[in-house]
Structure formats: C-alpha cells, structure tokens
C-alpha cells in the first residue's frame, strides 16, 4: 500500500493556527459533517436525542451540534468518529430522513477570542452582510463573505465557526488572517 | 436592498439571483398546444408598478421566493416561499 500522509485542507500536516490581537484562529480537521434531508411533511427527526434546530438556529446536544440549512435539511457536525457512526445509523432508522457525509466537502476554521465578546463582533461587522441577532450566539447561517458562499456558526460569545467549500480553504484562510489582521489596532484600543 | 425572507428575515439582496415574472410558476397544461407554451415562455408583462417576482436565496438556504416588489421605486411588499404559494399554502 501507499503511504499516504493525512493533511489539513491547507496543506499543513498539523492543524493550520494563526493569532492576531485577542482573535485565534485555527483549523479544524477533526469535524465530520453530516447532511440530513427529510421528505415535505415529515416532522424532524431526533438522531441519538439530537435537536435539529429550527430556520438560521445551531444546538449544541451530546457530542455533536445540528444547524438548519434550508426548510427539512440540517447539517449535522460532530468530532468523535464512533459517534458520527452511531448518528448514520440512527438517520438510516428515522422514516422519511436522508443522509449524505460532506465531511470531506468543507474546510472549518473556528475563531475564538481571549478578550470576550467584542472582537468576535468587530470581525463580523466587517465580514458578514447580517444584522447582530441573524449571529447572535446559537445561530448559524449560510451566507456571503467576501463573495465566496459560507456557513457562520456562533457557537458562544466568543466563539465563531466559518465553515467554506474545502477547495475554497485558501481564500478562506487569507480573507479571515486579512481581516483579523486590520482590526488588530482597534480590538487592542 | 433587502429581501424579507421569509424564514430568515431581512437578508441582503446580493445573496439572492433574480429569475422574473412569478407567473412562471402557471406552467400550462401539456395539452395547451404550441400556442400556450409560446405565450408562457416568451411573453411577459413590464408592469411599471407592482410586481410579483421569482428570487432564488441562492447564497443561503436555496429556497425560491415569490418577491412582490414595486419597480417604479424598488420598494418590496412582501415575500413568501414559492413552494407555499404554489402548494396554496399545504408545504
């Protein structure tokens, strides 16, 4: 067989990482993604007692989180392979639900900040075309940034997730370090 | 602009592609002849008023949207979700 070495969408063997001002950026290449369709009148399924939140909404459960997509579709993330397992077969049960694993599809970089909420929300005033309560936290949306088609996830106050199309993972990367990079002086201020 | 979504609020115009004319969404009979899907495909109203349109959120939850949108000052009344408006409302 091949040895094949696994690396981040960026190229990097280790999780890519960049820090500016209280903002941290970081790569995150152990999130498994999992997509759920349901049939038109069918009601929400509950995978593993999993919520699937309602439109522009993220919820966090029990080893893995669920946002809304579009009307009867969630995407569903999670960190713990044997979990992502367990959550496909719980779909696969679910009558009218459909399943398909976009883990490889995406990059995910995950914002935090280590001086409150602030300059989480100074990155999106200048990011995201969206009044402050489409991102308060538990809210997740698919949306513009930069011309390029994202998701936002807030996952906590001082906490951001943007996810972007995995071959799209470089523009991702510069427009993030570019713009966390330009607030630096006024987050600091 | 902004664009009343529905399930999402007020979202900007620039995630969202412009089809046309929601009347579209009246496909004629199979049986209407060569006549009636003419007038479906190529003829259209240029109403300089109000006007009931097709928005696709692309850049967001990819659902259509029927737009009701007045073109003499870009002022929107309303949107709805196409589905509901085709379904009268059932979806």
Redesign the interface.
């Known amino acids: 067989m091949t040895d094949l070495i696994p690396m981040g969408a960026l190229g990097t063997p280790d999780p890519a990482r960049a820090s500016h001002g209280a903002l941290t950026l970081t790569e995150n290449t152990a999130l498994m993604l999992i997509s759920v369709a349901t049939r038109?009148?069918t009601p929400a399924p509950h995978p593993l007692g999993l919520h699937l939140p309602g439109?522009?909404l993220w919820s966090q459960g029990q080893g893995a989180a669920a946002f809304?997509?579009?009307?009867g579709?969630w995407m569903i993330e999670t960190d713990v392979p044997d979990h992502a397992e367990r959550l496909r077969d719980a779909i696969r049960s679910a009558p009218g639900a459909r399943l398909t694993d976009q883990s490889d599809g995406w990059v995910c970089v995950e914002v935090t900040s280590d001086a409150g909420p602030a300059p989480i929300r100074a990155l999106l005033e200048r990011l995201v075309?969206?009044?402050p309560d489409?991102v308060a936290p538990g809210h997740a949306?698919?949306?513009?940034l930069h011309h390029l088609?994202c998701i936002v996830i807030r996952r906590a106050e001082d906490h951001l997730a943007v996810l972007a199309p995995r071959s799209a993972a470089g523009s991702l990367w510069h427009l993030l370090r570019e713009t966390a990079s330009r607030q630096v002086p006024a987050a600091t201020a | 602009m902004l664009i009343p979504h529905p399930?999402?609020?007020?979202?900007?115009a620039?995630?969202f592609t412009y089809l046309g004319d929601a009347a579209l969404l009246n496909r004629p009979d199979p049986a209407a002849g060569e006549a009636g899907f003419a007038d479906y495909v190529y003829l259209r109203d240029n109403p300089a008023g109000v006007h009931r349109e097709l928005w696709f959120h692309e850049?967001?939850?990819?659902?259509w949207l029927v737009v009701t949108r007045n073109t003499l000052t870009h002022e929107i009344l309303g949107a709805e979700?196409a589905?509901d408006v085709k379904l009268g409302g059932t979806?």
């Open positions: 038109p009148g439109p522009g809304w997509t579009g009307p579709q075309n969206l009044s489409q949306t698919r949306t513009l088609g | 399930l999402l609020g007020l979202r900007d620039q995630e850049q967001g939850d990819r659902s979700l589905r979806a």
